[in-house]
C-alpha cells in the first residue's frame, strides 16, 4: 500500500496492474494516486503493441500521464529475466534505476525479488484496498468479483485478508 503523499514520486508499473485495471475500469486510480507513472519498453510493448485490441491497449497508448522509460542497466534485466518475464525484469530494473518509491507488481515471484532488491511493492489488490479506504470505491468485494471474471487469480487466504482489511470481511 502507497502513502497518502505518493503523488509526485516515482512509480514504475507492470504490465498486469495495467491491464487488468483496465479491465474493470479502474486504470484512472493510478493517474489520482500516483499523477504519473513510468513503463518500461516492454510493457509498453505488451499492453499496447501485442495487445493491440484489448482491455488497456488504447488505454494506456492515450495516456499522457504514462511515460516510457528506456532501462539502461540491460545486465540486470537479463538476470532477472532467468526468473521472469521480461516485462516484470524491466520494470524492476526502471524501479532502480529512477529511484522509484514505488513498483506495480502483482506477479509473486516478481513481488519477492523486487522487494529483495529493497523496492516497495504493490499491485492491482493495493490499489483497489487503497481506492476503498479513500471511499474511491463502493465494495472492494465487487471489484474483486469482477476482476475474477476477467481470469486475474486470487487466492482464498489473500482474499479473505484484503476484505478483512477494507472492513468488508
Given at each position: 500500500?502507497?502513502?497518502?503523499?505518493?503523488?509526485?514520486?516515482?512509480?514504475?508499473?507492470?504490465?498486469?496492474?495495467?491491464?487488468?485495471?483496465?479491465?474493470?475500469?479502474?486504470?484512472?486510480?493510478?493517474?489520482?494516486?500516483?499523477?504519473?507513472?513510468?513503463?518500461?519498453?516492454?510493457?509498453?510493448?505488451?499492453?499496447?503493441?501485442?495487445?493491440?485490441?484489448?482491455?488497456?491497449?488504447?488505454?494506456?497508448?492515450?495516456?499522457?500521464?504514462?511515460?516510457?522509460?528506456?532501462?539502461?542497466?540491460?545486465?540486470?534485466?537479463?538476470?532477472?529475466?532467468?526468473?521472469?518475464?521480461?516485462?516484470?525484469?524491466?520494470?524492476?530494473?526502471?524501479?532502480?534505476?529512477?529511484?522509484?518509491?514505488?513498483?506495480?507488481?502483482?506477479?509473486?515471484e516478481a513481488r519477492i525479488q523486487a522487494k529483495r532488491l529493497g523496492l516497495?511493492?504493490?499491485?492491482?489488490?493495493?490499489?483497489?484496498?487503497?481506492?476503498?479506504?479513500?471511499?474511491?470505491?463502493?465494495?472492494?468485494?465487487?471489484?474483486?468479483?469482477?476482476?475474477?471474471?476477467?481470469?486475474f487469480r486470487i487466492s482464498k487466504s489473500l482474499e479473505k485478508e484484503i476484505?478483512?482489511?477494507?472492513g468488508e470481511s
Open positions: 500500500m502507497t502513502s497518502p503523499s505518493q503523488k509526485n514520486k516515482i512509480v514504475v508499473s507492470d504490465s498486469s496492474p495495467l491491464i487488468h485495471l483496465s479491465q474493470i475500469g479502474r486504470l484512472s486510480l493510478l493517474k489520482e494516486f500516483f499523477g504519473e507513472l513510468l513503463i518500461p519498453p516492454a510493457v509498453y510493448r505488451e499492453v499496447v503493441v501485442e495487445g493491440r485490441g484489448r482491455p488497456g491497449s488504447e488505454e494506456v497508448r492515450e495516456a499522457s500521464w504514462i511515460r516510457v522509460v528506456e532501462i539502461r542497466n540491460n545486465h540486470l534485466k537479463k538476470l532477472l529475466q532467468f526468473i521472469l518475464d521480461e516485462g516484470e525484469s524491466e520494470a524492476i530494473a526502471l524501479a532502480l534505476e529512477a529511484n522509484a518509491s514505488l513498483v506495480l507488481l502483482d506477479d509473486r516497495q511493492v504493490t499491485g492491482t489488490l493495493g490499489v483497489l484496498l487503497r481506492a476503498k479506504k479513500l471511499g474511491l470505491i463502493k465494495s472492494l468485494r465487487e471489484e474483486l468479483d469482477k476482476l475474477k471474471e476477467t481470469g476484505l478483512n482489511a477494507a
